[in-house]
């Protein structure tokens, strides 16, 4: 299983977005639209072995996390505004810190970077890192961060981690991991 986890700095956890308006009123989640979208979506299907977190930190005290699981998403397209839909949908039902379903593969709680940072050992995307290409074992969960840099309370949270870096130039997030992926199919694991 991969995993990737962005980090919205911006996008709050009420859902009270307009969909004909995601990067302004939804806090620049169009980004995290295209994250998800990246690491879910082949042209003719979903990649079942990758889980997707994206984490809506615009209101620190309350963040909450949406997850899309491969293995039993179905209704998953290529535009923003439908995986924006599904996020809106995820944000408007109540939930506590473990995960429910809003819809089939999609999941929300509360909670943010810690919480995750808890269950898995991710590394960090981040152009400074180890080029990907130089390392034998890649691991299995990464970080992003959105059109942001991490905060000066996750860059603690995440100081001992490992960092990779996917090229030389700075690029999108959701460009990042469409790198990282084709490397990882290269690599056939
Ligand atoms: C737009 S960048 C963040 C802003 C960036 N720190 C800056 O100074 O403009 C979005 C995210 O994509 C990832 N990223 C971008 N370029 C990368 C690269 N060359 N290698 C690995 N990750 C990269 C990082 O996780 C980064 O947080």
Redesign the pocket.
């Known amino acids: 299983l991969k995993r990737f986890a962005i980090i919205g700095h911006q996008a709050g956890p009420s859902g009270d977005f307009s969909l004909n308006d995601l990067p302004g009123s939804g806090g620049r989640i169009d980004i995290l639209c295209r994250c998800a979208n990246s690491s879910m979506l082949l042209s003719h299907g979903v990649r079942e072995d990758v889980e997707c977190y994206l984490v809506l930190a615009g209101d620190p005290e309350k963040q909450k996390t949406v997850r899309f699981s491969g293995s039993s998403i179905r209704s998953l397209s290529p535009d923003e505004r439908s995986t924006g839909a599904l996020i809106k949908k995820a944000l408007s039902i109540p939930c506590g810190d473990v995960f429910r379903e809003s819809s089939p593969g999609i999941s929300v709680r509360q909670g943010g970077l810690k919480e995750l940072l808890q269950e898995f050992s991710f590394a ?4 400074k ?1 180890e080029d990907i290409r130089d390392t034998d074992r890649l691991p299995d969960s990464f970080l ?6 991490f905060t000066e309370e996750e860059t603690g949270l995440i100081s001992g981690l490992p960092a ?10 959701d460009q ?1 991991i469409t790198v990282l992926l084709n490397e990882i199919d290269r690599r056939g694991i």
């Not at 996917?166 to 997030?173: D, I, N, R």
Request: proline share 5%.
């Open positions: 960090v995307l981040d152009e890192g992003l961060s959105d059109s942001r840099n990779y870096s996917v090229g030389p130039e700075v690029l999108h997030a990042a």
